[in-house]
């Protein structure tokens, strides 16, 4: 080697005692020779690349087919040191080699230790001597990769209401909130989404609420159970903004009231009413301000007094007389309304058939009834059930909406006791309105 170096170092040491640009040329004439012979004496060496990528490489595997994804990995970078031809990694980039964990023998959503090699997209050769952990050093031949399943799910959405403050005398149900829209798609690995009950959008008021109120909401909180999910960040939402609509209700007391239907007439209902008991006389109701101003009372319902009995009872759901919007605060489902039982008797009478009148009858028809009575039993008090005869008792069939032709008909009978305000009658064996056979026949030219 001395042999090749002292000509070199003697020819620099004449070359600088002449011009100065015979000197440049010497230098670079001095760096081309040192190149070869470094070439030629020298022609494999070692290079070090640091913090390269580790790669994990799905393509045809099981993994990839069952949509698995990588959701934790344990090293994400290493340093390679390499060794070849000077000629093929002379001047080879970071930027060309990869570190690959290979998954092709995944088959489960759980820990594995894949190992790994170093590939080049250059295609150069060389010979890898060695792959440490970027930040320890310390040699490696594996990587441990957390694979899961990634699913989509929906969820739905709910209100987060713990800063909305609502004036005296209204309310606010977080059941009754509309949040548009009101489910999102979750997607993630299935370990973490699995876990996923709700999703809460926080509301927040400007001050007291007395009348409906609409928010914009973003970024729904995840929850599972009654605690926010913290494992989130692998986690992506279709949908992060939201409107919310609060309706605010007024609070109102409200009395019931009951409807009779189908008395008798001359028959005082005001008073009847009046001996009515109700299992409860009022409720508190909730509902939009500008709505519960215009009832004044609830109307519970009506009773047929062909069907009221001396202490008869008829029951009505709250849930089936309310008016759509109210809400009920009383926690009572059922009222109950009792008939009175008090200074109340019942008389059994028998009206003959011939008795029933026919009324708003088509004047072309002859009516003949074919029933011969009716059994009826009359409800009231003591001292006008003892003044009842049967030549009190009005019985009528009214044809005001029928259109006849020659035939039989069953027409239902009306009973009514108009000389007394507190009688009622209804039918024996449970029948509401007795009917009574009638022949229909058109009248002769003559007698019309």
Excluded at 38 to 55: G, L, Q
Aim: net charge negative.
């Amino acid at each position: 080697m001395n042999k090749i170096l002292d000509p070199i170092a003697e020819f620099f040491r004449r070359l600088f005692e002449k011009d100065f640009v015979v000197k440049i040329i010497s230098i670079l004439a001095a760096v081309l020779i040192w190149f070869i012979v470094s070439i030629n004496e020298y022609p494999t060496i070692s290079r070090v690349f640091y913090n390269v990528p580790v790669m994990v490489e799905m393509q045809g595997t099981y993994a990839e087919a069952h949509n698995f994804q990588v959701v934790e990995q344990k090293i994400s970078s290493a340093n390679v040191y390499i060794s070849g031809d000077r000629g093929e990694i002379g001047n080879l980039e970071k930027e060309d080699i990869t570190i690959v964990a290979s998954a092709e023998n995944v088959i489960n959503a759980t820990s594995y230790n894949l190992p790994i090699d170093v590939v080049s997209s250059s295609g150069r050769e060389f010979m890898v001597t060695n792959i440490a952990n970027a930040d320890t050093g310390e040699n490696i031949s594996h990587v441990n990769v957390k694979f899961d399943e990634i699913i989509t799910r929906e969820v739905s959405v709910k209100p987060k209401m713990d800063n909305v403050k609502i004036a005296a005398g209204y309310i606010s149900d977080a059941d009754d909130v509309v949040i548009i829209p009101d489910k999102i798609l979750v997607t993630g690995a299935k370990e973490n989404v699995s876990k996923i009950t709700d999703a809460y959008v926080y509301v927040e008021s400007p001050g007291e609420l007395s009348s409906t109120y609409e928010y914009m909401a973003s970024n729904p909180v995840l929850y599972s159970g009654s605690s926010p999910l913290s494992d989130v960040e692998t986690l992506s939402i279709d949908r992060t903004s939201f409107t919310v609509q609060v309706p605010v209700l007024q609070k109102q007391v409200l009395p019931l009231e009951v409807r009779i239907t189908n008395a008798p007439a001359g028959f005082d209902t005001d008073a009847f009413i009046e001996k009515l008991k109700m299992s409860v006389s009022e409720l508190e109701v909730a509902a939009q301000k500008e709505f519960i101003k215009e009832i004044k009372a609830l109307d519970i319902g009506s009773i047929d007094m062909r069907e009221v009995n001396i202490g008869s009872e008829f029951k009505f759901n709250t849930s089936e007389f309310l008016p759509d919007g109210y809400q009920n605060l009383s926690e009572v489902n059922t009222v109950t309304v009792t008939c009175p039982t008090e200074n109340l008797f019942s008389l059994t009478m028998a009206i003959r058939g011939s008795a029933v009148q026919i009324i708003n009858a088509p004047p072309q028809f002859d009516y003949n009834i074919i029933t011969s009575g009716f059994t009826m039993n009359f409800i009231g008090s003591q001292e006008s059930l003892e003044q009842l005869t049967y030549f009190d008792v009005i019985a009528q069939i009214d044809l005001i909406n029928y259109e006849l032709e020659e035939r039989d008909y069953k027409f239902p009978v009306t009973f009514s006791t108009p000389n007394f305000s507190d009688v009622w009658c209804i039918g024996s064996e449970g029948v509401l309105s007795p009917k009574a056979t009638v022949t229909v026949t058109l009248k002769s030219d003559n007698e019309r």
